[in-house]
């Protein structure tokens, strides 16, 4: 065959695609307003009747080269992405993404902003044990300037047989304190049936890395107007922990806080490996206030302090650690919380680094 007759039979097949291209977006195009109607007439977009008697249709007209198989295979994959084409905008930029939405979100909760420019401490007991446990921590937090308690009341425990948290019990006692010291309650809530409730109690609701991916908890969290700490997974990926924010906030809840709390490798000299990266990481990728749990990722309490100025040094909002009067005897993580005075010297430190001031300092 002479060079010629190839650049000739090449130039039909450019004029083909061309072709082809206007085509199936003339398809696309078609398939969209088909689309758009079912939607007013509230019908399902997906329709296999239809698909079938498409395919039998070509498959009675096709007189090669390609084979019946072929030619069912080509188009099917033409149904797929013209049926995919209305989800794609969803799809590909997500709600709790940059591109979405350029600037930070800020959560403003009793005159506390997370996510503003001050980086915030989240700090208390593991579980809510009694009003005196909680108040002594309480009492602390006032003398350093610190606004946010956390405690848990439902606890997500490995054994059946560990303590499992106070429950209503212990969101009363959370309530309660925080109105008496002015503080902003933070506490898990494990159940769907239970998020509605919790609104009355805490001011942001914990979801934890056990419960990433318990989508009927996301969605109920989505569906009411209260802030909420999403921890990430213990073996999330962050594509899935992006995700699961996403759950919560196309259900309608913008008011989402992502927290780091370390992930399982086959490291064991701490109980967790905290994903440093993954601050900056969701930091880009969303405008999502990001946390640092120190204490979960790393479950030693020599290593608190360096994590913490590494959360605070690489972009995070804040970093939360668990402290207790008395760890020894504490219900549940009794081995890495820390003591008040621990503590103070923890965040003694932090304000020496000038990589943290006190929300109180803030103020002045
Ligand atoms: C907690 O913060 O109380 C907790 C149980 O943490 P995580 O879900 O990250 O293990
Ligand atoms: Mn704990």
Redesign the pocket.
């Known amino acids: 065959m002479s060079q010629e007759k190839i650049d000739a039979l090449r130039k039909q097949v450019d004029e083909i695609n061309l072709q082809l291209l206007q085509l199936i977006n003339r398809r696309a195009a078609l398939v969209q307003e088909i689309g758009n109607e079912k939607e007013k007439q509230g019908i399902n977009r997906f329709d296999p009747e239809r698909e079938r008697e498409m395919l039998n249709l070509l498959v009675e007209h096709n007189e090669g080269p390609f084979n019946d198989n072929t030619i069912r295979h080509l188009f099917k994959q033409i149904f797929k992405v013209s049926l995919e084409l209305q989800d794609d905008e969803k799809k590909r930029v997500l709600l709790v993404s940059r591109q979405k939405k350029s600037e930070d979100t800020v959560i403003q909760v009793k005159g506390v902003e997370f996510g503003g420019k001050a980086p915030i401490l989240i700090a208390g007991p593991?579980?809510v044990e009694s009003y005196e446990q909680v108040k002594e921590v309480a009492e602390n937090h006032v003398k350093r300037g610190l606004r946010v308690l956390r405690g848990?009341a439902y606890k997500p425990r490995t054994s059946p047989y560990d303590f499992q948290g106070l429950g209503v019990e212990g969101l009363e006692i959370l309530k309660r304190i925080g109105d008496e010291y002015n503080l902003v309650t933070i506490s898990e809530i494990v159940s769907p049936n239970d998020i509605e409730l919790a609104t009355q109690y805490i001011d942001v609701i914990q979801i934890g890395a056990r419960n990433m991916q318990n989508f009927e908890l996301l969605k109920a969290a989505g569906r009411v107007n209260h802030p909420i700490l999403l921890k990430r997974g213990l073996s999330a990926t962050i594509e899935e922990f992006i995700y699961a924010a996403e759950y919560i906030l196309s259900e309608g809840n913008t008011q989402v806080m992502l927290c780091e709390r370390g992930i399982r490798t086959y490291e064991k000299a701490t109980r967790n490996t905290l994903d440093i990266s993954a601050v900056p990481l969701l930091k880009q990728e969303t405008h999502l206030p990001v946390f640092v749990d120190v204490?979960?990722s790393t479950g030693r309490r020599d290593l608190l302090l360096p994590t913490a100025k590494a959360g605070f040094a690489v972009g995070a909002d804040g970093v939360m650690i668990?402290v207790h009067p008395d760890p020894d005897v504490a219900l549940?993580?009794a081995k890495?919380?820390v003591t008040i005075p621990q503590f103070n010297e923890i965040v003694d430190e932090l304000l020496k680094s000038g990589l943290y001031k006190t929300e109180a300092l803030l103020g002045k």
């Open positions: 593991c579980s848990g204490t979960h668990e549940s993580d890495q919380q």
